[in-house]
C-alpha cells in the first residue's frame, strides 16, 4: 500500500508541474501511446533495478530522435529495433548479472594487509 501511495504522490506531483508547465491540459495530452511507451521503458531497460529503467527511458525517449532523419521510416524502425531487443535481451538491458559485473568493475576488491 505504501508503494501505491508513494507512486500516486509521485504521478499527482509529476501531473501538476505538467500542468503548470503547459499552462493548457487536454485528455489528447495523455494518449494510450505515451502510457504503454513508459511502461515499454521500464521493461526493456531491466525490471531488476532501478538503473535499468532509467537507462531504458534514456536510450528509448532518444532513440525516436536519432532516427528523425528517416522521416516516415522512423517509428518502423524504432519498432523493429524495440522487437529486436525483445528477442535477444527479453529480460532487459541491464540485468543482475550485467550489474553486478559493473560493480566488480568498478569497487576494488578490498586487499588483506599482510
Do not use: C, K, Q
Amino acid at each position: 500500500v505504501a508503494a501505491f501511495a508513494l507512486g500516486a504522490l509521485i504521478a499527482g506531483m509529476a501531473g501538476g508541474l505538467y500542468g503548470h508547465y503547459l499552462l493548457y491540459i487536454e485528455p489528447g495530452n495523455f494518449t494510450f501511446l505515451i502510457s504503454a511507451m513508459a511502461v515499454l521503458f521500464v521493461i526493456l531497460g531491466g525490471m531488476e533495478s532501478v538503473w535499468g529503467a532509467l537507462l531504458g527511458a534514456v536510450i528509448f525517449s532518444i532513440l525516436p530522435e536519432v532516427l528523425r532523419f528517416m522521416h516516415d521510416w522512423r517509428l518502423s524502425l524504432f519498432g523493429a529495433v524495440l522487437i529486436v531487443l525483445m528477442i535477444i535481451r527479453p529480460r532487459g538491458l541491464l540485468t543482475r548479472n550485467i550489474l553486478r559485473s559493473i560493480r566488480r568493475t568498478i569497487a576494488p576488491r578490498a586487499r588483506p594487509d599482510a
